[in-house]
């Protein structure tokens, strides 16, 4: 299930665009397979058939398809004034 956070929210009305989540490559071995945190961009992806649209609070919201069944949240990290969106409750799979 995902998530959007009250600021998060705030944030993306603001910019009046949808949102979707890149997906970086799946790092597979013999021993592991590795799949990193997802970014959150402002927009459509370029890709769009590889991806759901949702709608979640009333904004657009792009998922790949093969994002995993995991409870996250989008929220917004500040860092020296800049703020981003970012994913929290990721696992590393």
Request: proline share 6%; aromatic share 10%.
């Amino acid at each position: 299930m995902i998530k959007i956070s009250d600021e998060a929210f705030m944030m993306i009305t603001q910019k009046n665009e949808a949102i979707f989540l890149d997906m970086p490559k799946a790092i597979t071995s013999c021993c592991f397979d590795f799949q990193d945190c997802p970014t959150v961009r402002f927009g459509e992806p370029r890709n769009i058939a590889d991806y759901d649209k949702q709608t979640i609070r009333d904004i657009p919201v792009y998922l790949p398809h093969r994002l995993p069944e995991v409870d996250i949240e989008i929220v917004v990290s500040n860092f020296l004034g800049y703020k981003r969106l970012v994913i929290n409750g990721w696992k590393i799979l």
